[in-house]
């Protein structure tokens, strides 16, 4: 991976951490999210009209991913009213890269190496021990629910997106 791709990883990694830690701490979640997905609303209007439009194979995947981001915004919105972002956003996102990583090799016939699959599970693992003791506390089986659907939502569209784009023709055209 070179220097520029890692570094747009990092910053989006970043960027999601700190718009769930507002959607956790903000008075009005439902709002937030509300302006979460304005700002990409804007910024897909901005992508479609600078890029080519993406190719008609890729529209069902497009259509995929805007249902499959409902729920995970609905699940992400229930997730936080019930649980910590301590515990919610560890889960989510520890268990993603491992269903994305199962669901790719299930549904696209990637296969990755045995290094691959030892990164990605020690990553997951540390994530998912950002949790704490979740798993043996007080914490409500609810929570812990509603954290794992939000991860296998995380999981399901960046997997539809990844098959989609890669129809596409144009990655910023899809994204936008």
């Keep these: 991976m070179n220097f520029d791709a890692f570094a747009i990883v990092l910053f989006a990694a970043l960027l999601h951490a700190l718009w769930n830690a507002f959607v956790k701490a903000a008075d009005d979640r439902f709002a ?3 302006l979460i997905a304005s700002g990409h609303v804007f910024l897909g209007i901005a992508l479609a009209i600078q890029n080519p439009f993406p190719a008609a194979e890729s529209w069902p995947f497009i259509a995929g991913s805007t249902v499959i981001h409902f729920g995970y915004y609905y699940l992400l919105y229930h997730s936080y009213r019930l649980g910590d972002l301590s515990q919610v956003y560890p889960i989510a996102r520890g268990m993603a890269p491992v269903l ?20 990605i599970l020690i990553a997951s693992l540390g994530i998912f021990m950002m949790a704490g003791d979740i798993f043996r506390s007080e914490t409500p089986p ?25 129809l596409a023709g144009t990655s910023l055209g899809y994204i936008g």
């Excluded at 016939?109 to 691959?116: D, F, I, V």
């Design 32 to 34: 937030i999210l509300g």
């Design 100 to 119: 994305v990583a199962l669901g790719a090799q299930v549904f696209a016939g990637e296969s990755l190496p045995p290094a691959a699959w030892a990164g």
């Design 142 to 166: 609810l929570v812990v629910l509603s954290a794992l659907a939000t991860g296998v939502m995380i999981a399901s569209y960046s997997l539809v997106d990844g098959m989609g784009v890669r």
